[in-house]
């Protein structure tokens, strides 16, 4: 069955003969040998999900186009099975199809939306999904195709989740289509600038030397993101980039450099901590007439953040964690649940020797419990009382 080249073929030797060879094929069975076993589909929908991270050198753009035009043949193909066959077992395969078909767009978006026919292809399977029909049906050999308008087409999609599928898929198309660079420049959709660039932009080389990345001053705001924040005044902005907005006065403005899971951003902010107008209608012409504008302090900090943390912690102690959602509850059981026993099973009788074993080992389990309860609090204590700054928790400029 995977009997895909001869031994002595000198092309099969390379990584991506190779998988310019597997994808195609594992495309085909998927379309024509193995549409119809449910118990093969969605191990080899994951496995296809699994090579579009896969990138090999030299690239042949056919056969990425080739294996998004087979999922969404594939797809089609499911959607359009008789009424009897629309069950949750189709729809689950459908929705797993849609995420492949995802995972390929974001992938490699330069190679597929490149070519007008694949963008095509991949858009009518998305409206397939959300609508139930698309909007240009081939007819007969002899008849010119129909097509039906959007505002004429009723919504009736193979079921909400297939819906909600299709949907999440043309939200990850419209992310990635047109992002910077294109489909020629550098496979990145990150900002391109950096603290060295900024620094150069903002101020002069006099300056630019002396401080350097030092303006920049790193927080942590959330797990997997980090925030550059540089401070400086309006008017030291180079005509290239000074904001065009009337509103903004030479006062204090902010440079943020946000890196996170999805990349690398810069924004730029102006900080104003009272309104450019006063609260009545007479401060309004009075505004014009103002020489100084009014000095405000800054707002006091909230404290500590490791002090708010542990209030909230302490605050959700009292309420039960949810590892399952309510409606469990009304789920009946089956058979399978019933293979392990409780511990009530287990230990038989009240005062039993099962039965003391069991307490002992509630307790121990307790009071190892509260042992590492009262182990994790101390800690933050002493991380709370640490002078501040603490050089093992400060965070440094990027060398």
Not at 127 to 152: D, F, M, V, W, Y
Not at 171 to 178: C, D, T, Y
Not at 211 to 223: L, V
Request: glycine share 4%.
């Amino acid at each position: 069955m995977f009997n895909i080249f001869h031994v002595g073929d000198a092309t099969a030797n390379t990584t991506s003969s190779f998988f310019n060879i597997l994808t195609p094929l594992l495309c085909g069975n998927l379309v024509y040998k193995w549409k119809n076993d449910s118990s093969v589909i969605l191990y080899l929908l994951e496995i296809i999900s699994g090579l579009s991270s896969v990138h090999v050198t030299p690239v042949d753009p056919s056969t990425y186009r080739h294996t998004v035009r087979s999922i969404c043949e594939f797809i089609t193909n499911q959607c359009n099975r008789e009424k009897k066959d629309h069950k949750r077992q189709l729809h689950s395969i459908i929705v797993a199809a849609y995420y492949c078909l995802s995972s390929w767009i974001v992938q490699h978006v330069n190679l597929l939306l490149s070519d007008r026919e694949c963008v095509w292809t991949i858009l009518e399977t998305i409206e397939l999904g959300i609508c139930g029909a698309k909007s240009s049906n081939k007819q007969a050999k002899n008849e010119p195709p129909t097509t039906i308008l959007k505002g004429q087409k009723p919504l009736v999609p193979s079921s909400k989740r297939v819906c909600d599928a299709a949907e999440a898929c043309l939200s990850n198309l419209m992310s990635v289509a047109g992002s910077f660079p294109g489909p020629f420049g550098t496979d990145t959709t990150c900002s391109q600038l950096a603290e060295d660039n900024i620094l150069k932009l903002i101020m002069d080389e006099e300056s630019n030397s002396s401080k350097g990345r030092s303006e920049f001053h790193y927080f942590w705001s959330e797990p997997n993101l980090i925030i550059g924040l540089c401070e400086f005044p309006t008017n030291s902005f180079k005509s290239t980039i000074k904001p065009k907005i009337d509103c903004l006065k030479d006062g204090p403005a902010a440079i943020l450099i946000i890196r996170g899971p999805f990349g690398r951003h810069v924004w730029i902010t102006h900080m104003r901590l009272s309104p450019l107008l006063g609260n009545d209608s007479n401060s309004q012409s009075n505004y014009s007439d103002q020489k100084q504008e009014v000095v405000i302090n800054r707002p006091k900090p909230w404290g500590c953040f490791l002090d708010r943390l542990i209030t909230t912690v302490t605050n959700n102690e009292n309420v039960p964690a949810l590892n399952f959602p309510q409606s469990i509850s009304d789920i009946p059981l089956v058979e399978a649940d019933h293979i392990i026993p409780s511990l009530d099973e287990v230990g038989s009788e009240l005062g039993s020797n099962v039965r003391q074993e069991i307490n002992v080992f509630k307790k121990l389990i307790t009071t190892h419990a509260s042992l590492a309860k009262e182990v994790g609090l101390r800690c933050v204590q002493e991380k709370i009382n640490a002078p501040y700054p603490d050089p093992i928790t400060e965070a440094q400029a990027p060398m």
